[in-house]
């Protein structure tokens, strides 16, 4: 029944992106529940991957945008298609960043704002969560479960990189339910970067880099053939 729900929550958030967005910036990731993807298998190869280029797992809390990235180039090497989604997260104990949808969408069509801080302007505080949704609807979240750790009664024992990472039917976490609010880009594009963003760069290498990505993928599923180019 999550799953069903969660299905359902991606396909409004992706209308809703659409809506937003005239289309752009959210590439059409249909959703095939009945699709087998071996989730300990790329848990254990993001793991593997964080491990090389990652301290700890303590670096990963309040960096979702971030990580969300690397995550996408990690599956597109496994062949995975996937999209970034953006929302709120539902707890035990409430909700993880208490997003209200009618403003969170009213502040991504307003798009990129500075705010003065100490005299100095800076971008407007990111608000929402964002995760990676995968075709077959699983959840794959780098950061939650390590930002809860550092919350917990016992904080300094560091989570291994396997731990830390939440998907779809994991037990013993305090995760309910991931709500998808936007798919895609549009969050990224909108809100999260401008031209004197220094992530700017990063962020408009994979914008592309993506496009290609899912592209290549959708080309290989319809002539299998062409894979062994």
Same mark, same amino acid.
């Given at each position: 029944?999550?799953?069903?729900?969660?299905?359902?929550?991606?396909?409004?958030?992706?209308?809703?992106?659409?809506?937003?967005?005239?289309?752009?910036?959210?590439?059409?990731?249909?959703?095939?529940?009945?699709?087998?993807?071996?989730?300990?298998?790329?848990?254990?190869?993001?793991?593997?991957?964080?491990?090389?280029?990652?301290?700890?797992?303590?670096?990963?809390?309040?960096?979702?945008?971030?990580?969300?990235?690397?995550?996408?180039?990690?599956?597109?090497?496994?062949?995975?298609?996937?999209?970034?989604?953006?929302?709120?997260?539902?707890?035990?104990?409430?909700?993880?960043?208490?997003?209200?949808?009618?403003?969170?969408?009213?502040?991504?069509?307003?798009?990129?704002?500075?705010?003065?801080?100490?005299?100095?302007?800076?971008?407007?505080?990111?608000?929402?969560?964002?995760? $990676?949704?995968?075709? =077959? +609807? /699983? @959840?794959?979240?780098?950061? #939650? %479960?390590?930002?809860?750790?550092?919350?917990?009664?016992?904080?300094?024992?560091?989570?291994?990189?396997?731990?830390?990472?939440?998907?779809?039917?994991?037990?013993?976490?305090?995760?309910?339910?991931? $709500?998808?609010?936007? =798919? +895609? /880009? @549009?969050?990224?594009?909108? #809100? %999260?970067?401008?031209?004197?963003?220094?992530?700017?760069?990063?962020?408009?290498?994979?914008?592309?880099?993506?496009?290609?990505?899912?592209?290549?993928?959708?080309?290989?599923?319809?002539?299998?053939?062409?894979?062994?180019?």
């Amino acid at each position: 029944m999550l799953m069903q729900n969660y299905v359902e929550s991606f396909q409004i958030a992706s209308q809703r992106t659409d809506a937003l967005a005239g289309g752009m910036s959210n590439y059409p990731l249909k959703i095939d529940s009945g699709l087998t993807i071996n989730i300990a298998s790329v848990v254990a190869q993001i793991a593997k991957d964080f491990s090389e280029f990652l301290p700890h797992t303590d670096v990963l809390p309040g960096q979702c945008f971030r990580i969300a990235r690397e995550l996408s180039y990690i599956l597109f090497d496994l062949g995975i298609r996937h999209t970034v989604t953006v929302g709120d997260i539902e707890l035990v104990d409430g909700l993880y960043v208490g997003l209200n949808l009618e403003k969170f969408v009213l502040d991504v069509a307003n798009g990129y704002r500075l705010e003065f801080v100490d005299g100095l302007p800076a971008g407007k505080p990111i608000e929402p969560h964002a995760w $990676i949704t995968l075709e =077959n +609807g /699983f @959840v794959v979240d780098a950061t #939650v %479960l390590a930002s809860q750790h550092c919350k917990s009664s016992n904080p300094e024992e560091v989570l291994s990189f396997e731990d830390a990472l939440y998907f779809t039917g994991k037990p013993n976490t305090r995760v309910i339910r991931h $709500i998808p609010m936007l =798919n +895609g /880009f @549009v969050y990224y594009q909108k #809100v %999260l970067t401008a031209r004197r963003n220094g992530d700017l760069q990063n962020y408009w290498q994979w914008y592309e880099d993506y496009a290609l990505g899912m592209a290549r993928l959708d080309l290989f599923r319809l002539a299998p053939s062409l894979s062994s180019r």
